[in-house]
Nanobody, 118 residues
């Protein structure tokens, strides 16, 4: 089992910044991927950013110039630095970890709310 706990969400004005954190505990493996997803009201969950254990990253096109994913493997923590936030970034942000080599290794956090509003 793996537990993921997100933090850092909140209310921010348009143009502002936030840094989300996701602390992982339990059966953590060095080969796992870490990712951030988000889900806005009435919309499907979408990928924000993803990072391999080796540091390779990929982003959704609409966020790649404003968001940065990073991880501290020693602390089993993944971060999402968000800047120049827009009202359309308002969503619940979820942390995810999965493995491409271990079947069934796919875990989610409970989510943290990000609201961008003046």
């Amino acid at each position: 089992q793996v537990q993921l706990v997100e933090s850092g969400g909140g209310l921010v004005q348009p143009g502002g910044s936030l840094r989300l954190s996701c602390a992982a505990s339990g059966n953590i493996f060095s080969t796992n991927w870490m990712a951030w997803y988000r889900q806005a009201p009435t919309k499907e969950r979408e990928l924000v950013a993803i990072m391999s254990s080796g540091g390779a990253t990929n982003y959704a096109d609409s966020m790649k110039d404003r968001f940065t994913i990073s991880r501290d493997n020693a602390k089993n923590t993944v971060f999402l630095q968000m800047r120049d936030l827009k009202p359309e970034d308002t969503a619940v942000y979820y942390c995810n970890t999965f493995s491409s080599v271990i079947p069934g290794y796919d875990y989610w956090g409970q989510g943290t709310q990000v609201t961008v509003s003046s």
